[in-house]
T-cell receptor
Framework: GDSVTQTEGQVALSEEDFLTIHCNYS??????LFWYVQYPGEGPQFLFR?????EKGSSRGFEATYDKGTTSFHLRKASVQESDSAVYYC????????????FGGGTRLTVRP | GPKVLQIPSHQIIDMGQMVTLNCDPV?????FYWYKQILGQQMEFLVN????????KSKLFKDQFSVERPDGSYFTLKIQPTALEDSAVYFC???????????FGKGTRLTVV
């Protein structure tokens, strides 16, 4: 079946550092790809999506590019802030009758002031 | 932004008893979902629901699980009877269309003892 792999379980950075969280997927079809962010005590919040090869999604300074060749959708941010500390989930979505999201294991980002 | 409300936030129940988890989705949304997250593990799709019917369910959606949304009120997940392995956080979600942004609630932590 479909799957999403996030390489980093935890990432610790200082403010203004560059962030990369790696996401690779395996899918039989041509899925949409998503990034969600989850703050403590909250549900996952949609960050952005990309639906086609080479499409770039972005929001709040975060970005990722759909790469069908390497089956990747890596999350990057040029300069992180303490307020970015959260758990980040990569997900793929498919299904015409309602979005069925397959999530990765999540990456806990901690940003030190 | 749009909110999905889940009631209660935490429920403790004896094994073998019935439990109903309630979800108040975003008011104009048409698609509804339940996801399950066991502590320390990734979030997994259980079921999606549209136009009064289950559209797709995963292997995790056991025979003891059922969903309904009577008369446009709460979207509910019922587990009868509960088992110890049902202990998890259950997230409700909704979307306007099958391919649009999915909004999640804060989750209900279910503890089966």
């Amino acid at each position: 079946g479909d799957s999403v792999t996030q390489t980093e379980g935890q990432v610790a950075l200082s403010e203004e550092d560059f962030l990369t969280i790696h996401c690779n997927y395996s899918a039989s079809g041509y899925p949409a790809l998503f990034w969600y962010v989850q703050y403590p005590g909250e549900g996952p919040q949609f960050l952005f999506r990309a639906s086609r090869d080479k499409e770039k999604g972005s929001s709040r300074g975060f970005e990722a590019t759909y790469d069908k060749g390497t089956t990747s959708f890596h999350l990057r941010k040029a300069s992180v802030q303490e307020s970015d500390s959260a758990v980040y989930y990569c997900a793929l979505g498919e299904g015409n009758a309602g979005a069925k999201l397959t999530f990765g294991g999540g990456t806990r980002l901690t940003v030190r002031p | 932004g749009p909110k999905v409300l889940q009631i209660p936030s935490h429920q403790i129940i004896d094994m073998g008893q019935m439990v109903t988890l309630n979800c108040d989705p975003v008011s104009n949304h048409l698609y509804f979902y339940w996801y399950k997250q066991i502590l320390g593990q990734q979030m997994e799709f259980l079921v999606n629901f549209y136009n009064g019917k289950v559209m797709e369910k995963s292997k995790l959606f056991k025979d003891q699980f059922s969903v309904e949304r009577p008369d446009g009120s709460y979207f509910t997940l019922k587990i009868q009877p509960t088992a110890l392995e049902d202990s998890a956080v259950y997230f409700c979600a909704s979307s306007l269309h099958g391919t649009s942004e999915v909004f999640f609630g804060k989750g209900t932590r279910l503890t089966v003892v």
